[in-house]
């Protein structure tokens, strides 16, 4: 009898499995797709996915209630956002989020961050670009704490850090930005709302012969030296890990930092603004643009 009865235990065990939604805040943009099919590729369990990108609020509320999924995987901030609004009592796994802390994460969130580790790029810096004495930043409400924790460690390797902190209608302090060795870009919302201000920042930047390190290959064009980014399909397969060790009841860090990166050296712009750069350092870039 008693093993007739756990017999039937184990198996409404089985019959009964988690209901996992993919959330994508907008699947044309290209890092959001490259996390979802690295992940759907990657989990081994029965998935939905949605692509909210030009749904209205009500339809996304209405699509959450009736789905009713125990586990949420939501890709970028505005996924997030809603999954935590409407459905905050479900697990939340997140990525691409720019600075998760600057939101209330509940018990039942998790996540990649979209920032690398900071000791990590301090490296990566400290080694090709080994002059460096001197960086500059621009962050705002949103990104305070990313900028002060990168300003923290960055004096336990020798670096100063220059920062202005900027709002919607500020204009950048150029003297003072360009008073450092370098400027280190990172992905604050404020900056990055207007693009043609980005571009004429890096156009000044260029004509002072300042080097830019920055978070995404796309800069490459406008720039950049230096781009140490995320491997966005590791963050999909880092997401899809976790989601599995909580479903097997397997202990996992909450948050991690992503496990993946991708470090591009342009040296022909390096050449052009005659930078001196650590040569022996290279080995350490995945891409070196000649």
């Known amino acids: 009898m008693k093993f007739i009865l756990s017999t039937l235990l184990l198996l409404s065990v089985s ?24 992940f759907t590729k990657d989990i081994d369990k029965k998935f939905k996915r949605i692509d909210i990108g030009n749904m209205s609020k009500d339809k996304i509320k209405e699509y959450l209630y009736d789905e009713y999924p125990d586990i949420v995987y939501a890709i970028g901030t505005k996924a997030y956002q809603y999954a935590s ?15 998760y802390k600057r939101f209330k994460i509940g018990k039942k969130c998790f996540g990649v961050s979209n ?8 490296t990566l810096v400290k080694s090709l670009l080994n002059q460096t004495k ?11 704490n990313i900028y002060e924790n990168f ?5 336990d390797v020798g670096i100063k850090v220059i920062g202005q902190k900027i709002d919607e209608d500020d204009t950048f302090d150029m003297p003072k930005l360009q008073s450092a060795d370098a400027f280190v870009m990172i992905a604050d919302p404020v900056l990055l709302k207007d693009e043609v201000k980005v571009k004429a920042f890096y156009k000044m930047m260029k004509k ?21 980014s995320v491997d966005t399909p590791t963050v999909g397969r880092q997401v899809s ?24 050296f342009n040296q022909r712009e390096a050449k052009r603004m005659k930078l001196n750069y650590n040569k022996s350092a290279l080995g350490i870039v995945n891409k070196v643009i000649k």
């Open 15 to 38: 019959l009964y499995a988690e209901t996992i939604l993919v959330m994508n805040s907008n699947a044309k943009v290209e890092r959001y797709k490259s996390m979802e099919n690295a």
């Open 151 to 155: 300003k923290e460690e960055a004096q």
């Open 134 to 144: 001197t960086l500059s930043m621009i962050y705002s409400r949103y990104t305070k």
């Open 85 to 99: 609004k409407y459905i905050p009592e479900k697990k939340i796994f997140f990525s691409s989020i720019v600075n």
């Open 241 to 264: 890990s976790m989601i599995k060790s909580d479903i097997a009841g397997a202990e996992f860090t909450s948050v991690q930092v992503p496990i993946g990166s991708k470090v591009i």
């Open 115 to 122: 920032e690398l580790h900071t000791g990590m790029k301090l």
């Open 208 to 228: 002072a012969n300042k080097p830019i390190v920055a978070y995404h290959p796309l800069y490459i064009k406008y720039g950049a030296v230096l781009v140490i």
